[in-house]
């Protein structure tokens, strides 16, 4: 494709990933909840078999008009019930797909048993399939085309506390952006941090990418740090390649965007970085 392929990005061993999500924002289908299911239990159902019921998700749209707000959330044109989010899990609940009318999202999430991260090539693949499966299934029940207005990949992160820090004031040694506030203020008791990247292609601006830190604690109450990566912006171009186009670029951006948050001594040390 038109990106950089997996094996030229940056690697690491041991990635703190803990979460991945590829999602997709839909021009509202005249789907029920009955046309979801039915979908979820056709297509779906074997390898996800554990259905469930969730409060529907309001996606955001990255805009670059100064006079309205950067993130709006959609509006849908129908009428009616508002949608209702549809969850499929795997037996081992480390996969999971998310359906309503106008969001689709395929997510890997680590467990005590199934921790190792699946890259992101067999995600994409996860991915694509459920997304030919529904584009089909939208066209075989005269609800016409899906089509996608938004792109967004996300990776969740989770540093934890031992070799390198101790107190989530201690971020600056793990997180770049931290930074050292000099010689008068002590330690900070933590540190929140987020910021925005807008994201070009071919000279003008289709997305942005948001890298946010947050103190957080594990069960057992030791520190963690979340380190949340989401890139989320328009197709590149139409139809099925329009999309992977974009999460290509997003993947360079969210990859190449956590080597430059992450210091030298907690890529090395931590997750072994092998290019």
């Given at each position: ?202 000279g003008k601006d289709i997305g942005r990418l948001y890298v946010q830190a947050l103190p957080s604690l ?23 390649q329009g999309i992977q186009g974009f999460f290509e670029l997003a993947h360079e951006w969210i990859v190449k965007g956590f080597e430059a ?15």
């Open positions: 494709m038109i990106h950089s392929p997996e094996f030229a990005l940056p690697g690491y061993e041991m990635p703190p990933v803990v979460e991945t999500a590829f999602a997709v924002t839909l021009r509202p289908l005249p789907l029920t909840v009955v046309d979801l299911a039915r979908f979820g239990d056709s297509t779906l159902g074997h390898d996800f078999p554990i259905p469930s019921e969730q409060p529907p998700v309001n996606p955001l749209v990255e805009t670059f008009n100064p006079a309205i707000p950067n993130l709006v959330p959609t509006l849908s044109l129908l009428s009616g019930v508002p949608p209702i989010r549809l969850w499929f899990q795997n037996e081992d609940r480390t996969r999971l797909v998310q359906l309503q009318r106008d969001w689709l999202s395929c997510n890997w999430q680590s467990t005590p048993d199934h921790a190792a991260y699946p890259r992101y090539s067999a995600m994409e693949a996860l991915f694509f399939q459920v997304w030919d499966s529904f584009s089909e299934f939208a066209k075989q029940s005269g609800h016409g085309e899906a089509a996608v207005t938004q792109c967004e990949l996300m990776y969740a992160n989770h540093i934890n506390a031992g070799e390198l820090w101790l107190r989530h004031g201690q971020m600056e040694k793990v997180i770049r952006l931290a930074g050292n506030s000099g010689t008068f203020l002590p330690e900070p008791e933590d540190t929140q941090l987020l910021y925005r990247y807008r994201i070009p292609y071919e594990k069960k057992d109450g030791s520190p963690v740090i979340q380190l949340n990566l989401v890139a989320r912006g328009t197709p590149i171009d139409s139809g099925r948050v992450t210091t030298n001594e907690a890529q090395n040390a931590l997750w072994g970085k092998v290019r």
